[in-house]
């Protein structure tokens, strides 16, 4: 497990890295600066807070900022964003200062390296207000044991998924110097790496200092008069894609619960389950950052025989035979929409389901989504690749891995 953290997060750099150092054609005479951005933040648990005495703890953050620039209306992607920055960083949560209410729970210091992307919605000569998300992967050693550690069932894993959105209101102090003011609502989970998944939620506020390497004064920006990105693809295009990833069963811990006396209960008799997509999109792309299109999907999963063997314990006879079944395929069609920044896109997709056999519970009712990361590296095309969640509900399935062709 810490070769597969340790060989994720280089890969995550590494593809970070080679994003910043690139510009886009038509800016290249002023493609902008890079900076060191350091703060602090106050946070506090959001979510299942009757579990805790005591809520609160600190973060500190390190990040590594590229601030785009280029000249007003060159049509690029810094201009389509209203000069954004781009940047990497890490954050180190006191995480252990929460305290549970049980003697059988507790959390450990955590540290996340992340991806993040700050856009001004309206930036004037002294001021910029606007909005950050990040993404990244988060590291800890207070998961859940069942022995040791049980009323930790927020994760249970070491290595656990990271996501973060909010708000900033900067004072351009100097061409070099930003002070910056903000609030963010945060997120962790196992996504279903492993089980239990309850996740955690929490959010706070804090300030920040970002120091520019040169004295570069960013560009005024409203998002209502950003240029469009010109001389880009336009029109439709196909892509297929196949992807993978593990799941950790809910109803399958539930049953073991129920039958495997507490001190032989292990997650580790929880097996991972491996699970597999197989997809067609047709995209159609407005020559700028937005592509909106329609999907179709397969899905494999592996675990149907187990599911089956967990709803007979955890329900009737009667229920199970009266449930629609057990299929390891099921089939989906839905909308997808992509946003672009040079060659990597968010990708959101909301589906239905045509066919799925599940079970009880494991019918989760007919929608599904998937939200994630794409790019399409120039040294591969037409192949891409992507990270995605596959979700109910909005709660996580299994974290999918896949490849692509742009056909």
């Not at 159609?284 to 599911?307: H, K, M, Q």
Request: hydrophobic fraction near 35%; glycine fraction near 12%.
């Amino acid at each position: 497990m810490a070769r597969l953290f340790r060989n994720t997060i280089l890969t995550l750099v590494c593809i970070a890295v080679q994003g910043l150092s690139c510009h886009d054609a038509t800016a290249q005479s002023n493609p902008g600066t890079w900076a060191l951005k350091i703060g602090g933040d106050r946070m506090t648990i959001g979510s299942f807070r009757d579990s805790y005495t005591s809520l609160g703890f600190n973060a500190f953050s390190l990040e590594l900022d590229f601030a785009t620039g280029g000249k007003t209306g060159d049509g690029s992607f810094a201009s389509g964003y209203g000069y954004p920055i781009l940047g990497v960083g890490l954050t180190y949560n006191t995480l252990s200062d929460v305290k549970f209410r049980s003697k059988n729970g507790h959390y450990s210091d955590m540290i996340t390296a992340y991806g993040t992307i700050s856009r001004d919605l309206l930036r004037t000569k002294r001021l910029g207000f606007g909005y950050n998300i990040q993404l990244g992967l988060s590291y800890s050693s207070g998961y859940y044991d069942a022995q040791t550690n049980s009323a930790n069932w927020f994760f249970s894993s070491p290595v656990l998924l990271y996501a973060g959105g909010g708000g900033h209101l900067t004072w351009i102090v100097s061409p070099r110097l930003d002070l910056e003011a903000g609030i963010m609502v945060k997120h962790n989970s196992s996504a279903r790496l492993a089980y239990p998944n309850g996740g955690l939620n929490y959010w706070g506020g804090g300030l920040s200092a970002r120091y520019r390497f040169s004295s570069s004064r960013p560009p005024r920006a409203n998002v209502f008069k950003t240029q469009a990105v010109r001389n880009l693809e336009k029109g439709w295009s196909y892509e297929i894609y196949a992807g993978g990833g593990v799941h950790a069963c809910a109803a399958e811990w539930r049953a073991l619960v129920k039958t495997v006396p507490r001190d032989e209960l292990s997650t580790s008799l929880l097996r991972k389950w491996p699970m597999a997509s197989l997809s067609f999109d047709a995209i159609y792309r407005t020559g700028g950052r937005f592509a909106l299109g329609a999907t179709v999907d397969g899905f494999w999963n592996s675990n149907t025989e187990r599911l089956e063997w967990a709803d007979r314990i955890l329900y009737s006879e009667e229920e199970v035979e009266a449930s629609k079944g057990y299929s390891p395929l099921s089939a989906g069609i839905g909308f997808v929409q992509e946003v672009f920044y040079r060659n990597a896109a968010l990708y959101v997709q909301e589906g239905i389901y045509l066919y799925r056999h599940m079970g009880i519970r494991g019918e989760h009712g007919p929608l599904y989504e998937r939200a994630g990361i794409r790019y399409y590296p120039p040294s591969l095309s037409p192949f891409f690749i992507s990270v995605c969640i596959k979700a109910h509900k909005f709660k996580a399935d299994y974290l999918d891995f896949t490849l692509g062709i742009r056909l």
